[in-house]
């Protein structure tokens, strides 16, 4: 999502909806902007013609629908601590960047992408964000496209919401790193749980010890290595799949049967499934189990 050039507006704080669920930082205390709004203050000795705001918040119209199911003119998109600043300061209008209705993905786009510039994000914050990102999206290399970073720097980010809470907790409490996030993920999905607890507690007798960057995978990292894989690492080649291949071949029976390995697809659909590629292909017949009904 490329914004449009900068118009910057004085407009009606009232009329700009803020929902905290939209934000990637999500609800933030009062308490939080007090430095903020000191600043604003102080800055508007200097800067009075932009009421002491050194950036404007990004607002998008809405269009007339929504403008009357909210009851406002604008949906902020970009500056939720600003604007909650602004209301400190009892102040009734702020500076903004007008830009026409967005939709969802690229509101959100652009709400995550100037978070990420700031560098002070937490994990876990990064981690949900993401996540509401590829209920929009498909693919993760997509994501990471229209976000600037890495396909490695989404996918760890899901690897860390897949692993059980307890396990984020320890994560984030102990700057777990994000190469270590993939590893503990790894034995998740290889050894299960439990290992990944054991895990931990090695990270952290190491961490204790001095010793940092410990690896807990390496052999799991090489490709020639043969295991038996799990429901996660099986979605995760699905996924892959689809973006590579062309789309008249990304949802055939390679996903169909792999997705029967994860459980997500019954037996009768994929022996159904090999039946109509054996006929569209006329290259073999396929004679479906007894068990399976036609």
């Known amino acids: 999502m490329t914004i449009a050039s900068p118009s910057i507006q004085l407009i009606p704080i009232d009329d700009i ?41 990004v607002v998008s119209l809405f269009p007339p629908e929504l403008a009357e199911k909210y009851g406002c003119k604008y949906q902020l998109i970009a500056g939720f601590r600003r604007r909650l600043a602004c209301r400190v300061l009892n102040r009734i209008s702020i500076p903004a960047i007008v830009q026409p209705y967005m939709s969802e993905g690229e509101a959100r786009i652009v709400n995550m992408t100037e978070n990420l510039n700031r560098k002070n994000l937490t994990l876990p914050q990064e981690a949900a964000a993401v996540d509401k990102l590829i209920g ?30 307890a396990v984020r907790d320890e994560i984030v409490l102990h700057k777990i790193s994000q190469p270590q996030i993939r590893d503990l993920y790894t034995i998740m999905t290889t050894r299960g749980v439990q290992a990944v607890f054991d895990s931990i507690g090695e990270l952290k007798l190491a961490k204790s010890r001095g010793v940092k960057g410990k690896r807990l995978t390496k052999a799991a990292n090489k490709v020639t290595t043969k295991r038996v ?31 029967w390995c994860t459980g997500a697809v019954t037996d009768g659909d994929m022996h159904r499934a090999v039946k109509d590629h054996a006929e569209e292909n006329d290259c073999y017949t396929y004679t479906l189990p007894d068990i399976i009904e036609a």
């Open 136 to 165: 929009i999206y498909v693919g993760e290399e997509l994501i990471a496209k229209k976000l600037g970073v890495s396909r490695g720097w989404v996918q760890i980010r899901v690897q860390f919401l897949k692993l059980p809470e």
């Open 229 to 259: 894989r799990g429901v996660s690492e099986i979605n995760d080649l699905i996924d892959h799949l689809r973006q590579v291949l062309p789309a008249e071949i990304a949802f055939g029976l390679h996903t169909i049967m792999l997705a």
């Open 17 to 57: 909806y803020a929902d905290d669920d939209f934000n990637c930082r999500g609800e933030i205390p009062a308490c939080d902007v007090v430095e903020l709004a000191r600043n604003i203050q102080d800055n508007e000795v200097k800067l009075p013609e932009t009421q002491g705001f050194i950036q404007p918040v």
